[in-house]
């Protein structure tokens, strides 16, 4: 909490800790209809993203019908953090993943960019696919923004964070998003280790900074901020990367749990100088100092009233911070610290 109250700047991601989380199949596109029908496609997507834990692979998993494919073998899998999946099979290698994936492979899809560029700029999150080294068709997949996403963005503004979105969806697509939430800093197309980057970059420029994720790609990034924030119903990996695990999905818990770090911080300076006050003013009254000029000694029992009531105005300064808890009126279940910090405590 202690270093969350000195933060300068907020990373979020984008899929699941930004947008809903629950991410729908909007559209298929087939670039070679006649030996890939858009159903085929779609079949044969969510064939290769069974294994996948990614938010997007649920989508795919729901959307197609692998079934309805000749039965498939895998021979390798291969999943590629950040990028996609490569799978082999007795007749094909098939891509299923990010324009990054392709182009590392050496799979042209610079003739296909216009209409690439345009299905990103309705704010789809692309997954192109590529059957022997050729691409074939992309799926758009649409995730919403939360709800509150825009509110609590403006908020922590206000708090003097600047925000940023680190993804590795199509720089068209986060910059919608980024659009629509009030992100004025975005970067996409980044794997897990190019978002580990920036927070490195943002760091050695002397910004302390806290990353906002949820997902497999976002642990390597968790660990590296200087204060990691995992929403407890991501994947596991990330939660144990984060410091602060935020109950619930809700985007108010990060800017609230925020506000509680400095309020708690203000209110434990508060009860230090009140002690420190009290305690230098009492402690030579206690022994005598005024004694010899007025003549006023402290009787014992006094004093140890005295030293009662030293605890109570320090408790009864704690008290108050509970009560402007409960008048934040955007008060959500805030957080707990994670196992990792627990075991520090």
Known sequence: LEAASGLDVIVFDKTGTLTQGVPRVATVVSFCPSEWPEDKLLALAAWVEQFSSHPLAKSLREAGRPEALPSLSAKKYEE???RGVVVETDEHRVFVGSEKLLTEYGIPVLALRATLEKLAQQGLSLLLIAIDGECKGAIGVRDTLKPEAREVVSRLK???????LLTGDHSKTAGTIAAEAGIPNVRAELDPFGKTEIIAQLQQSGKRTGMVGDGINDAPALAKADVGF??????????????????????????????????????????LFFAFFYNILCIPIAAGALYPMWGIMLDPMVASAAMAASSVSVVGNSLRLGRKLQNMDRLKPLASLSSKDADNT
């Open 80 to 82: 590629k953090p950040g």
């Open 158 to 164: 206000e708090l003097g964070h600047e925000v940023w």
């Open 230 to 271: 995992a929403f407890e119903s991501g994947v596991d990996i990330a939660v144990q990367a984060g410091d602060i695990t935020l109950l619930g999905k809700n985007l108010w818990s990060v800017a609230n749990t925020i506000e509680l770090s400095r309020l708690t911080l203000r209110t434990i300076r508060q009860n």
